[in-house]
């Protein structure tokens, strides 16, 4: 009996299987008329400064208005993207819009999202060189964060693509730190300009002293290797807090700010920047 179970449950589980494929595979064709049919829009989410809470960066991040489908996820479909190789067109699609959106936005960087299969692609750098020229965008207010999984998979095309993008004067942040195996030695292989602590990780650090060593000794190793810290996934003024005192120099989340649309960001960045210039001023004028 337990053999013919045996069987039957992996008859089912190929048929799940194939379905899950004929799925993907249909959310790979929508995804590419999505793409033609400018289904995509990019939102913003503020970073804040630890301290001052000023908006010093924003996240890009993507979403697809289905024209009469459910509201679906980047967590979902970019997945799928990057199994078929579509990411490639997504991708500089993004940093285009993104480059373009946030030229006006005075000293404030900005944060690009990259997959593991772009920086795996060769052509990557060089049409990053080009969105720049075209763009004008100033590449030391371009940060793109990319994943372990980017340096794992190919670590020496990563290396090598990364080298490229810095040569421009673009930065590069490790994102979703604690979440993984990225090791110290990566960190330091790879000389990233900031650390993005994940969300899961300033949950659990609030919760358990564990958890919370293990973010204070991320931070410290981040700091000795001179680079940056942002917290992500910032709910609670408890959590603010912990991770301000812990030593994080930028803060992202809902506590302060959710992702929002251009014309948002915009007016936000656009009074942030108002106020700052009436401040300059009035010092000036005191003075
Ligand atoms: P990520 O790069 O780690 O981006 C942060 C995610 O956390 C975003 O989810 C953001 O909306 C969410 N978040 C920010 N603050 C909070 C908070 O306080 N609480 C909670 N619960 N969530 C918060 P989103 O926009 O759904 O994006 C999910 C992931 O999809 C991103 O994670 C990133 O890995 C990927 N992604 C998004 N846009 C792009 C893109 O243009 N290209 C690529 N390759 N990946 C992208
Ligand atoms: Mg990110
Ligand atoms: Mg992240
Ligand atoms: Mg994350």
């Given at each position: 009996?337990?053999?013919?179970?045996?069987?039957?449950?992996?008859?089912?589980?190929?048929?799940?299987?194939?379905?899950?494929?004929?799925?993907?595979?249909?959310?790979?064709?929508?995804?590419?008329?999505?793409?033609?049919?400018?289904?995509?829009?990019?939102?913003?989410?503020?970073?804040?400064?630890?301290?001052?809470?000023?908006?010093?960066?924003?996240?890009?991040?993507?979403?697809?208005?289905?024209?009469?489908?459910?509201?679906?996820?980047?967590?979902?479909?970019?997945?799928?993207?990057?199994?078929?190789?579509?990411?490639?067109?997504?991708?500089?699609?993004?940093?285009?819009?993104?480059?373009?959106?946030?030229?006006?936005?005075?000293?404030?960087?900005?944060?690009?999202?990259?997959?593991?299969?772009?920086?795996?692609?060769?052509?990557?750098?060089?049409?990053?060189?080009?969105?720049?020229?075209?763009?004008n965008f100033p590449p030391h207010r371009l940060d793109l964060e990319v994943t372990e999984t980017c340096l794992?998979?190919?670590?020496?095309?990563?290396?090598r693509s990364l080298n490229v993008i810095r040569e421009f004067g673009v930065n590069v942040s490790l994102d979703?730190?604690?979440?993984?195996?990225?090791?110290?030695?990566?960190?330091?292989?790879?000389?990233?300009?900031?650390?993005?602590?994940?969300?899961?990780?300033?949950?659990?650090?609030?919760?358990?002293?564990?958890?919370?060593?293990?973010?204070?000794?991320?931070?410290?190793?981040?700091?000795?290797?001179?680079?940056?810290?942002?917290?992500?996934?910032?709910?609670?003024?408890?959590?603010?807090?912990?991770?301000?005192?812990?030593?994080?120099?930028?803060?992202?989340?809902?506590?302060?700010?959710?992702?929002?649309?251009?014309?948002?960001?915009?007016?936000?960045?656009?009074?942030?920047?108002?106020?700052?210039?009436?401040?300059?001023?009035?010092?000036?004028?005191?003075?």
């Open positions: 009996a337990s053999k013919r179970g045996g069987r039957m449950r992996c008859t089912w589980f190929s048929e799940d299987f194939d379905r899950d494929r004929e799925a993907v595979r249909e959310l790979d064709n929508e995804l590419r008329s999505a793409l033609a049919n400018e289904e995509f829009r990019v939102f913003y989410q503020p970073l804040v400064d630890a301290d001052t809470h000023k908006i010093v960066a924003v996240e890009a991040l993507l979403r697809w208005d289905r024209p009469d489908g459910e509201p679906i996820g980047p967590n979902i479909f970019i997945p799928v993207a990057e199994e078929s190789g579509l990411i490639n067109a997504i991708g500089l699609w993004v940093l285009r819009r993104a480059c373009t959106d946030a030229m006006a936005w005075g000293d404030i960087t900005l944060s690009v999202n990259i997959s593991a299969a772009q920086l795996r692609n060769p052509e990557f750098p060089v049409q990053l060189g080009y969105i720049l020229e075209e763009t794992v998979l190919d670590p020496v095309v990563a290396e979703d730190f604690g979440t993984g195996y990225a090791s110290i030695g990566f960190l330091r292989q790879f000389r990233f300009e900031k650390l993005k602590l994940d969300r899961s990780l300033v949950v659990q650090a609030g919760m358990d002293d564990g958890s919370r060593a293990m973010m204070l000794s991320s931070i410290a190793m981040a700091r000795a290797l001179k680079m940056g810290v942002t917290a992500e996934g910032v709910e609670t003024e408890d959590q603010a807090t912990l991770v301000r005192t812990a030593g994080c120099d930028q803060i992202q989340g809902w506590l302060f700010y959710k992702a929002m649309p251009f014309g948002e960001v915009e007016a936000l960045i656009g009074a942030q920047n108002d106020m700052m210039g009436r401040q300059r001023a009035g010092r000036g004028n005191a003075a």
